[in-house]
């Protein structure tokens, strides 16, 4: 069969695959830091190089007003059903980088079967199994099974809108029965999994200003509002000791979770107390009510990224200072919709907020959340393949994370996406030592090789 | 008189020391920076070699574990008292630089009278007015009317330890009538000042940690707890929006304003709109039941001086971090015992803190405040003086910064210290644009050139 021919050339090539994989994880594509531009182009003009070697037709840079998209397509199997496969090659920034264990985080270090570096899981490695699948067909059937089209682009992580500037202007270009993207996680090791549901998300910064000028706190302490204590008092009162966000309306339009969900997960071979032990933390907490995995895949959450202001250098300085600022997010569940959630959390802090300050909000990126049914062709053809490439039948979860172009695809599109983690949830994605199994990278490269057979319609 | 021929030296040499002055300023001694010793040590040596200029005796750099201490002598006035004019030649971190108005706070601009740079008016211009009284003597009349010991020090912006430990090493040494310090401000332009009254620093740094790495907010919030949202709810607790400290026994051992304070703070032409004007502010706020004046100078005070953690770069990242941190201080009033502050704020602390953290408190340091009686034969001098010099009789105020030293000297030596002000409040002594107003500098120099002479006993 097709297939076996396919999966003989994948394995005699997984040394390759995965020079192939460092050399793309070298990159330091951060779209976040303009001054990795050209970085980051890079990276595209590499994952466009390779989709062209690989034998796909009109492969392109697409040019937007910041980071390049890559395009390719291969139409040639009538009859047959089309996917999207899409990903990203931007990645986070790597900083902090003293907890790194290697020296730096862009010179990939293989240990333990795992490949480390900025990008691995979070997307290149993951992305990278869908180009080596197709590659697979190609250079061995020198065809695929059914229609493919890919679209990769370089502004996942700073919540871009050139792809959805592109999106919407080609929808013809693009249609197509399902999307395919890897960029989650398994549920555990040798427990591959289905994502079903993501939340979405809402980002904000908020910057609190005071005085002028920065001012000596003995002189002016007690007269004047200090824009930190401000900005602590507007955080503390997000949330409430009960772990539920204290936004009027915030969980008015939340769909409460099914029976079966509770059920299903509660199933699930999740240790509450190794996962505690595994962060390191004291003891888990979270909104009241709810387990774990209950509020990491289907509760609505409010995280501070980021505070900076005044004076966080060697030694004690008495600085009144003059701003403050934080970044935090709200996780949104269905059917919470991010426009709203800005305007509450706007109204909030416009309640809360002590006199003395002035304050901006800035609105970084916003994105619904995702639920996609579980009964359906597509789903069907993706069970049986991550059973083929991994060897087990994979579950059925949802996901904390959110991927805002599953929205936009449903959307813009009308169709529904197939997420097919091939990570593992400690991969550190968005943190120091981020990893991904180099098993795993060949265990997807398969399912996907077999995800395009398994599409073929009769 | 002797004193009139001083008084010209010192018309004949404003250039001189006008440009001594930046020659000083010129050095970059942050004590709290290490990578500056040598600068903080370069100006030791600057203010020992005019020390020795001058001619006083005994001069001499005394080490320590850190900083060197100045110390210099002139005993030659049998029957008369003896005055200790204390001073510091460190300064404050320069940061931020953005806003300042000039490429280096190290290279001094004069503009409209005033000299800009770091440390211009805290404390190396206002300590330097000392120096050039002394020399106006000294070059005049060959002699001092009093006797004068001079220790000038490089950690009081960091409130080490080492002076303390040389005056309770050298109580013998440094024993005097008075100890006199210019390192307050004028109440006004125009309106010179006797500080009686001081507040004192209980200063801290709080750490939380969280998961033992950074997380992605998507994959674990919602789960485990967020070191920045647990220190914005722990900071938010320290204060009410009545603007008072909400930790229990806070307010137990102030001692409340007299009524005769309170009526000549009253008096004292101060309007509350000018200064929310100077300082931009949309209204001033603070502990209710008191005025502004009050607040600053009577009633104790809690201010955050820097908040750190997680992502405070360019673009969104929504990192679950494992760490956040805050400076912050409390400004304390007779009779609050910084020790006893200590404790209250690391019980508050374990009382507020949610579950799921851990967290360690740094003490940085503490002093008392500070209360001077205002009828004895020291303030009687000074107010002559002063009225010498700035040609208006001082008010007596109270001041919200801390001067610790002075708790030192009456603790070790027994002695009130005078503090003679020749600043003004919007200086922005610790912020950016620190200035001293040249003709405060000269004007000082001549009051502290009549405090000399008005020191002595018939």
């Given at each position: 069969?097709?297939?076996?021919?396919?999966?003989?050339?994948?394995?005699?090539?997984?040394?390759?695959?995965?020079?192939?994989?460092?050399?793309?994880?070298?990159?330091?594509?951060?779209?976040?830091?303009?001054?990795?531009?050209?970085?980051?182009?890079?990276?595209?003009?590499?994952?466009?190089?390779d989709?062209?070697?690989?034998?796909?037709?009109?492969?392109?840079?697409?040019?937007?007003?910041?980071?390049?998209?890559?395009?390719?397509?291969w139409?040639?199997?009538?009859?047959?059903?089309?996917?999207?496969?899409?990903?990203?090659?931007?990645?986070?920034?790597?900083e902090?980088?003293?907890?790194?264990?290697?020296?730096?985080?862009?010179?990939?270090?293989?240990?333990?079967?795992?490949?480390y570096?900025?990008?691995?899981?979070?997307d290149?490695?993951?992305m990278?199994?869908?180009?080596?699948?197709?590659?697979?067909?190609?250079?061995?059937?020198?065809?695929?099974?059914?229609?493919?089209?890919?679209?990769?682009?370089?502004?996942?992580?700073?919540?871009?809108?050139?792809?959805?500037?592109?999106?919407?202007?080609?929808?013809?270009?693009?249609?197509?029965?399902?999307?395919?993207?890897?960029?989650?996680?398994?549920?555990a090791?040798?427990l591959?999994?289905?994502?079903?549901?993501l939340?979405?998300?809402a980002?904000?910064?908020?910057?609190?200003?005071?005085?002028?000028?920065?001012?000596?706190?003995?002189?002016?302490g007690?007269a004047?509002?200090?824009?930190?204590?401000?900005?602590?008092?507007?955080?503390?009162?997000l949330?409430?000791p009960?772990g539920k966000?204290?936004?009027e309306?915030?969980?008015?339009?939340?769909?409460?979770?099914?029976?079966w969900?509770?059920?299903?997960?509660?199933?699930?071979?999740?240790?509450?107390?190794?996962?505690q032990?595994?962060l390191?933390?004291?003891?888990?907490v979270?909104?009241?009510g709810?387990?774990?995995l209950?509020?990491k895949?289907?509760?609505?959450?409010?995280?501070?990224?980021?505070?900076?202001?005044?004076?966080?250098?060697?030694?004690?300085?008495?600085?009144?200072?003059c701003?403050?600022g934080?970044?935090?997010?709200?996780r949104?569940?269905?059917?919470?919709?991010?426009?709203?959630?800005?305007e509450?959390f706007?109204?909030?802090?416009?309640?809360?907020?002590?006199?003395?300050?002035?304050?901006?909000?800035?609105?970084?990126?916003?994105?619904?959340?995702?639920?996609?049914?579980?009964?359906?062709?597509?789903?069907?053809?993706?069970?049986r393949?991550?059973?083929?490439?991994?060897?087990?039948?994979?579950?059925f979860?949802?996901?904390g994370?959110?991927?805002?172009?599953?929205?936009?695809?449903?959307?813009?599109?009308?169709?529904?996406?197939?997420?097919?983690?091939?990570?593992?949830?400690?991969?550190?994605?968005?943190?120091?030592?981020e990893?991904?199994?180099?098993?795993?990278?060949?265990?997807?490269?398969?399912?996907?090789?077999?995800?395009?057979?398994?599409?073929?319609?009769?």
């Open positions: 069969m097709a297939i076996d021919r396919v999966i003989t050339f994948l394995d005699a090539h997984r040394s390759v695959f995965e020079e192939q994989l460092k050399t793309l994880l070298r990159i330091p594509s951060v779209s976040a830091q303009s001054e990795r531009d050209n970085d980051t182009r890079a990276a595209a003009e590499f994952v466009r190089k989709l062209a070697t690989i034998g796909l037709n009109e492969v392109a840079l697409i040019e937007t007003k910041r980071h390049p998209l890559v395009y390719a397509e139409l040639d199997a009538p009859g047959q059903p089309t996917i999207l496969i899409y990903g990203h090659y931007d990645v986070q920034p790597a902090p980088l003293e907890p790194w264990n290697q020296p730096d985080p862009f010179e990939p270090v293989i240990r333990d079967g795992n490949i570096a900025r990008g691995a899981t979070d290149k490695g993951q990278f199994t869908h180009l080596k699948a197709l590659e697979g067909w190609m250079k061995t059937v020198g065809s695929l099974p059914i229609n493919v089209k890919v679209l990769i682009e370089g502004e996942e992580e700073i919540g871009g809108k050139n792809l959805e500037i592109f999106v919407a202007e080609n929808r013809e270009k693009l249609a197509c029965d399902y999307v395919v993207i890897s960029d989650t996680s398994q549920f090791l040798g591959p999994a289905i994502t079903y549901g939340k979405g998300l980002y904000f910064e908020l910057i609190v200003h005071g005085a002028k000028t920065d001012l000596h706190s003995g002189m002016f007690g004047v509002a200090n824009p930190l204590n401000v900005l602590a008092t507007i955080l503390a009162s949330m409430g009960d966000v204290r936004i309306g915030f969980y008015d339009p939340v769909r409460p979770l099914l029976d969900e509770r059920a299903d997960f509660a199933k699930l071979p999740f240790s509450e107390a190794e996962f032990a595994k390191g933390v004291t003891s888990l979270g909104e009241e709810y387990t774990t209950e509020r895949w289907a509760r609505p959450t409010c995280d501070v990224h980021g505070l900076y202001g005044g004076y966080s250098g060697e030694g004690p300085k008495t600085v009144l200072p701003k403050a934080a970044k935090l997010s709200f949104l569940v269905p059917d919470q919709d991010p426009l709203a959630v800005a509450q706007k109204a909030h802090v416009a309640k809360v907020c002590p006199p003395g300050v002035t304050y901006e909000i800035k609105e970084h990126h916003g994105a619904p959340a995702v639920l996609v049914g579980v009964d359906s062709p597509g789903v069907h053809a993706a069970v393949a991550i059973e083929a490439g991994f060897g087990t039948r994979p579950i979860m949802r996901e994370g959110s991927i805002p172009v599953v929205g936009l695809f449903k959307t813009q599109l009308g169709v529904d996406t197939l997420l097919l983690g091939w990570g593992q949830d400690d991969d550190n994605l968005h943190g120091p030592n990893k991904f199994s180099l098993d795993d990278f060949h265990r997807g490269i398969k399912a996907s090789a077999h995800l395009l057979a398994e599409f073929t319609r009769d």
